[in-house]
């Protein structure tokens, strides 16, 4: 059973960056796709970026072109690096791993959420 952590949260002003990362345990990490998801007070979780085994990648509508995910197979870990960050990408940040061959978006598909890692950006 693979276990997931999630790290790299924080405060940054709005327009700044951070990078996540989400360390596996456990499974063979190489073999799996990953997605990271947020989730902010009173809304539904929501798709954020994934990253096939393959590499591909993919992202939601609102952070194309400020979002970036990338994984290191050496170190069973996944990263998302996040730029021109705006007040509204306020939310807690999981990753988990896609279970189905399914749509990306779709939270249920993936599994072994790890705890999420808070990020909030002020104006």
């Known amino acids: 059973q693979v276990q997931l952590v999630e790290s790299g949260g924080g405060l940054v002003q709005a327009g700044g960056s951070l990078r996540l990362s989400c360390a596996a345990s456990?499974?063979?990490?190489?073999?799996?796709?990953m997605g990271w998801f947020r989730q902010a007070p009173g809304k539904e979780r929501e798709f954020v970026a994934g990253?096939?085994?393959?590499?591909?990648?993919y992202y939601g509508d609102l952070v194309k072109g400020r979002f970036t995910i990338s994984r290191d197979n050496a170190k069973n870990t996944v990263y998302l690096q996040m730029n021109s960050l705006k007040v509204e990408d306020t939310a807690v940040y999981y990753c988990?791993?896609?279970?189905?061959?399914?749509?990306?978006?779709?939270?249920?598909?993936?599994?072994?959420w790890g705890q999420g890692t808070q990020v909030t950006v002020s104006s």
């Open positions: 456990g499974g063979t990490f190489s073999s799996y796709d």
């Open positions: 988990a791993v896609r279970l189905r061959s399914s749509s990306w978006s779709v939270p249920g598909i993936f599994g072994s």
């Open positions: 990253i096939s085994s393959g590499a591909t990648t």
